[in-house]
């Protein structure tokens, strides 16, 4: 049986750059929300509004908008129709709230418009979910019966089905935002000086979900390099 990896294998490299990626797009998205959250719309409306107008404008009536705690932590729930607006956007007037809001309603235009990606990744989230919990402890078990391949392939592939499930995610959050600014270009909710503001906050707020798709890259690489093949060590 070989010996199992050890803690400072050359490979944490890979692991450290992943998370110098997700806390620097962390970082970027939090200073440039902060940025525009200073700045009040002219036309004074609160994210709240902003996301019922937008509905109502869009001719969605099945979804029901409601606040939730906590800091840009807005979602929005395909299967339940609930919008969720997080402290910093449901009640604020600021640009950023604003466009926070619009991209959540892109979610909602996408779900009513039947959006083929947005489809793919409610029906990946069980599977990836499941395949991020499992796949460690199944390489590790495969490691520890003599270095089983075929286990830990399995698990690799496990691991695999959370960068499948980062890459479709991609296409569906740009997709939103260009949903969202084209409705704040109507000038409705924002000016057209503040539009260009709403871009960059939502521009910040997609390089997260780059960066962690890049992260999920990085560690199934290392996983490659140190389990996938022939890389048993006599």
């Keep these: 049986m070989m010996p199992f990896y050890g803690f400072f294998d050359p490979t944490y490299f ?12 962390s970082a970027y998205v939090n200073s440039t929300f902060k940025k525009y ?17 937008i509905l109502k404008k869009e ?24 919008l969720s ?14 466009g926070v809001a619009a991209h959540e309603c892109g979610h909602a235009v996408q779900d009513h418009t039947g959006y083929s990606p947005l489809k793919l990744r409610a029906a990946i ?22 270095w089983n391949q075929t286990l830990i392939n399995i698990g690799i592939f496990a691991f695999s089905l959370a960068l499948l499930f980062q890459l479709v ?8 935002s260009r949903r969202a600014l084209k409705i704040l270009a109507e000038g ?22 780059v960066a962690a798709a890049l992260s999920t890259f990085l560690q199934l690489l ?8 022939n890389n048993r060590r006599n």
Excluded: H
Excluded at 60 to 71: A, K, L, P
Excluded at 169 to 176: D, G, H, Q, R, S
Excluded at 189 to 202: D, G, I, N, S, Y
């Design 14 to 25: 890979l692991v450290i750059i992943g998370l110098v990626i997700s806390m620097a797009a």
């Design 37 to 53: 959250d200073q700045i009040q719309s002219r036309n004074n409306v609160t994210g709240t509004k902003a996301a019922e107008f």
């Design 59 to 82: 001719r969605i009536n099945d979804v029901s908008v409601q606040g939730i705690s906590g800091d840009l932590t807005d979602n929005y729930n395909s299967r339940t129709k609930l």
């Design 85 to 98: 607006l997080s402290q910093s956007t449901a009640q604020s007037t600021s640009v950023a709230a604003i």
């Design 125 to 146: 989230v069980p599977a990836a979910n499941l395949g991020s919990a499992i796949s460690f402890p199944i390489i590790l078990v495969g490691v520890l019966l003599s």
């Design 169 to 176: 995610t991609l296409p569906v959050e740009f997709n939103a």
């Design 188 to 209: 409705n909710l924002l000016t057209q000086e503040e539009v260009p503001m709403a871009r960059k906050v939502l521009f910040a707020a997609a390089l997260t979900y």
């Design 222 to 229: 290392r996983l490659l390099i140190l389990f996938g093949g």
